[in-house]
């Protein structure tokens, strides 16, 4: 059952305008057999209008879609063999489990001694089988949440789409269920979709990352890949926390920042002197100093939150951008006290990302994080 | 008195008004009917149930019950399966769209019923909108009868006691999950059996309600079912008027009266109780 059964899937040129609006631009995207791709961004961002248009309920304004190298377009829904999952989950209220997981056998007509070994074979595998008379009514979020995919995997599909799935969970069994399904849909082999806002569901579930970003993809990469070279400032502090520090290019391979010291790079940052730049560095690549050290950033420490394994610390430089450190928790058992003065130091030059900084924007507290 | 009563009885006091009205008004002629119901003559003479026996034994009566429950339960399909196309149509459109059919359901509601039944004289009648369009084409050759005939009635019956079904249906279908609709689509259902599995199913409450309302209504309605239904059709409504006004026998049609009530009002809690046990997975409306 491992073989990849799905579709591959291609989306080329796809824009899409509701109106005046446009909502999907210059989509370009394959995704391989078997593939799981999260597609990640901010609300509006014109995700929820790419799944759509995969699963056949809206037709681009133009562009072509392809299930294994047949265009589609033209495809209605429910002729498209698209298993999906909603948010809310969209279980049929008046329907036992039993038939809600039947329900797409049924409507394609299957013999009914197959849809009963079907059935039984999903609610197994989803670990249902003892709730198949309940009522979805009767069940928690996380098991119906498994019939929901359960139902979506029996009609066999080519290709699976998952919106915003993990969002009506409580966060403590929201990683359960997301390793639970991930293994799920491995086992399968089917090539799935994932849409989401939340960009630790996408780490933690996709094989590559979609960034859209205002009807557009800004970056398509693995989870680490995403994490480490994020190709735009958007990125840098979409995914993940992060700290922008603003400077200016001094040498080809140095940085003047505005909080003070210059920092080597230790390699060229392709742009010229006087360029101004903004460097994003994660919270886990700073070091906190009790002495001033070359090329330290001071800065006053405002706060220390203990988040269980790490805890983070929270400080401000002289030019006023508030900057996070994160630790492992042992580090801090000398912990910087509220006010103090501290010295900020980058442990790993080679993972900082180095960003123009954008024209328009004039402010100089930048730190963004989701 | 201890003071729990008296908060409780201050609690009732805004109520009284009403209740009184209520009492005078519906409980006093009712018990008036009952207490009618049990005289043997018309002269008011000795207590028997003998009115309701010779209901009873009566064919030609108990048919003009049948009769009339029947046009109620007809009347109140014909709408609903008006109801559901119109219902979906106005879930599909735009405000502007919504607000014209909101309207046009309503504006039925806002002329008075002698109007409306008037007007379905004039499209129904021997030389009426129809039978002279019919004729003018040569598509008959003689007008046809539409009044005074059951057909004409229940049609008739149907646009009038169409607001009652549409708009529980109508709210229905608007309180639906569209993501039930798009699940049932991506699962491979056609339209046909989406609105049959999804759709009918989860608003069957809003059609009940509506199906009850619209079969008391048309059950009842005493001036559309004389004026379009003419003299030859006898239901209940004119069969108690005959009874209590032309014969003069009042304790007979008090008789039919708590009889035709009785029957309506079954009828409409049995389908109720039916579809509380029966209907599972929605609220129940």
Known sequence: MSDARGHSLDLSGIGHAFGATVALDEINLAVAAGELIALLGPSGCGKT????IIAGFLRPSKGEVRFDGARVEHIPANRRRIGMVFQNYALFPHLTVFENVAYGLRARKTPKAEVTAKVEQMLGLAQMAAFARRLPGELSGGQQQRVALARALAIDPGLVLLDEPFSALDKNLRLDMQIEIKSLLKTFGVTSVIVTHDQEEALSMADRIVVLNKGRIEQIDSPDALYDRPTSLFISSFIGHTNLLRGVVTETDRVKLDSGPEIDLGRSVQRWRGTPVTLSVRPENIELGASERPGAIPVTIRATVPLGAVSVTEGVTANGEAVKISQARAATSARAATGSTAWLSITDTSRVSVFSTPVADSSNNQHRSI | MPPASTSASRQLLPVIP??????????????????ISLFRTPQFAELSLVQYLRFFADPFSVKVLTDTLWLGAEVALAT??????LA????ASGAFMRTSITFLIML?????TVVRTFAWIVILGRDGIVNSAMLSLGLWQAPARLLYTWEG???ALTQIQLPLMALPVINSVLRLDG????????????????????????????????WLLVFAAAATAFITQTLVGGGRIILMPSYIYQQAVGVQDWPFSAALSLIFTLAVTGIVFAIGALSRRYVRGVDAA
């Not at chain 2, 609903?80 to 196309?85: D, K, N, Q, S």
């Not at chain 2, 039925?108 to 008075?112: F, I, V």
């Open chain 2, 153 to 155: 009635m229940v049609l």
């Open chain 2, 18 to 35: 009403l209740a009184a009205l209520f009492f005078a008004a519906f409980v006093l002629p009712l018990a008036a009917l009952v207490a």
């Open chain 2, 80 to 85: 609903l399966i008006l109801a559901y196309p």
């Open chain 2, 88 to 91: 979906l149509v106005y879930v």
């Open chain 2, 108 to 112: 039925p509601l806002l002329t008075s």
């Open chain 2, 179 to 210: 993501n039930l609709m798009r699940a049932a689509e991506g699962l491979g259902a056609s339209r046909t059996r989406i609105f049959f599995t999804v759709i009918l199913p989860l608003t069957l409450p809003g059609a009940i309600a509506g």
């Open chain 1, 49 to 52: 209008t790419m799944l759509q």
